[in-house]
T-cell receptor, first 115, second 115 residues
Framework: DAGVIQSPRHEVTEMGQEVTLRCKPISGHNSLFWYRQTMMRGLELLIYFNNNVPIDDSGMPEDRFSAKMPNASFSTLKIQPSEPRDSAVYFC?????????????FGPGTRLTVL | TQLLEQSPQFLSIQEGENLTVYCNSSSVFSSLQWYRQEPGEGPVLLVTVVTGGEVKKLKRLTFQFGDARKDSSLHITAAQPGDTGLYLCAGVISAGGTSYGKLTFGQGTILTVHP
């Protein structure tokens, strides 16, 4: 069975460029989470969708970050313009139920480097 | 300031040794989870504890939730090289504050088990 799929696995870009990260959740899952992981701040929740609707985006750092979920099988996280401090590993996770406490299945992550 | 403090941050031991990782907070959690993350991969859920004083065992791993639901521990017996990885605790705060209802992660403990 396919797990959560993220692309690209690695992204290197220059400051000021637009970056789009992609996620395909596990089929049938109705909750999707975007996280960011850094050495300094650990793993932080950015945004949570349930049934394609953003439920909690309070973790999105600033207006440069935006996330969409146009359908149940696809989500994007966009950073425009990107800055060096955005460098991190971005994870997408999905869950078969609503809420935060049920088992979340994480993708392999996208390692973003902004020069 | 981290809501969940994990200790130690780094642990390097020999195969066969026992170890304990701690996860502490001043907040009360409705549930607490432990994850293991290997390099280049996303976190994988090991266990969820919900009742104060609860103890769960997963082969050589023993998880305990504090009576007051403010802390948890992970004990590994006879560690093996395959146990190497980043161990993360994550909890959902039971009441109040901006983190209410969200899954908040600790900084993690990097465990290395040498053959």
């Amino acid at each position: 069975d396919a797990g959560v799929i993220q692309s690209p696995r690695h992204e290197v870009t220059e400051m000021g460029q637009e970056v789009t990260l992609r996620c395909k959740p596990i089929s049938g899952h109705n909750s999707l989470f975007w996280y960011r992981q850094t050495m300094m701040r650990g793993l932080e929740l950015l945004i949570y969708f349930n049934n394609n609707v953003p439920i909690d985006d309070s973790g999105m750092p600033e207006d440069r970050f935006s996330a969409k979920m146009p359908n149940a099988s696809f989500s994007t996280l966009k950073i425009q313009p990107s800055e060096p401090r955005d460098s991190a590993v971005y994870f997408c996770a999905s869950s078969s139920t609503s809420g935060y406490t049920d088992t979340q299945y994480f993708g392999p992550g996208t390692r973003l480097t902004v020069l | 300031t981290q809501l969940l403090e994990q200790s130690p941050q780094f642990l390097s031991i020999q195969e066969g040794e026992n170890l304990t990782v701690y996860c502490n907070s001043s907040s009360v959690f409705s549930s607490l989870q432990w994850y293991r993350q290997e390099p280049g991969e996303g976190p994988v859920l090991l266990v969820t504890v919900v009742t104060g004083g609860e103890v769960k065992k997963l082969k050589r791993l023993t998880f305990q939730f504090g009576d007051a639901r403010k802390d948890s521990s992970l004990h590994i017996t006879a560690a093996q090289p395959g146990d190497t990885g980043l161990y993360l605790c994550a909890g959902v705060i039971s009441a109040g504050g901006t983190s209410y209802g969200k899954l908040t992660f600790g900084q993690g403990t990097i465990l290395t088990v040498h053959p």
